[in-house]
């Protein structure tokens, strides 16, 4: 276990993290970053399988880019996810969290195909999804968004929410970009739940229909 504070949270800035796990086998794992029970984190402004140069040759990890478990007062900001083998940005079992600003799947310059879900395989493990909501319980204290940008799943979703309740979805971009024509679409869909997802609201937060607040 590992705990910041409110006032002195753990922070995850600006570093590239490639290439992890590609020597294993068997159980191994071969996440990018990889967080189990840590309260107070801030993961920012991270590339997760691209290299400083926004290269994608050989510089996938294994596993998930990013995924965290357990957590508490979780901020995953300005972050890069690119080539990896399964999802993007995975949290599971978190009680609060902000997820905004984000780029999974797409290549920050050339805005064309950089997915996620390369380890994956149809028919089989298929996890390949810009951004997975697993087992999260937490009335109105996790917001995905805004601007977060998601595409080119290469089995699933932007967004896949499984057995979660209370999530605030708003204001991001899921199979377009703003600063693009190209086609982004994910395999499956955009944004999908299964199993019991109650609570959530995806879009207007407050019911005025004039702030921008919907997903595109």
């Not at 990018?32 to 309260?39: K, Q």
């Not at 600003?101 to 390369?118: D, I, K, Y």
């Amino acid at each position: 276990y590992s705990f910041g504070t409110i006032a002195n949270p753990i922070k995850i800035d600006n570093n590239v993290v490639i290439s992890n796990g590609k020597a294993i086998t068997g159980g191994g794992c071969g996440n990018g970053i990889f967080i189990d029970f840590t309260d107070h984190i801030e993961l920012t402004n991270n590339r997760i399988g691209i290299d400083a140069n926004d290269n994608l040759i050989g510089t996938g990890n294994k596993a998930n880019g990013m995924y965290t478990r357990g957590c508490n007062h979780l901020l995953i900001d300005g972050n890069i996810t690119a080539n990896n083998g399964y999802h993007g940005i995975g949290i599971e079992n978190v009680t609060e969290a902000k997820i905004a600003n984000n780029t999974s799947g797409v290549h920050p310059t050339l805005f064309n195909n950089a997915s996620n879900g390369q380890s994956a395989i149809s028919g089989g493990i298929e996890s390949s999804s810009g951004i997975l909501i697993l087992d999260c319980s937490a009335p109105n204290n996790i917001v995905v968004g805004p601007f977060n940008i998601l595409g080119f799943s290469k089995f699933e979703y932007g967004i896949w929410m499984v057995n979660a309740d209370g999530i605030t979805i708003t204001q991001n971009y899921i199979g377009v970009h703003p600063a693009s024509t190209n086609s982004m679409a994910n395999k499956e869909g955009g944004i999908n739940f299964l199993l019991d997802v109650t609570n959530c609201l995806i879009g207007d937060t407050d019911g005025d229909l004039t702030d921008d607040e919907g997903n595109f």
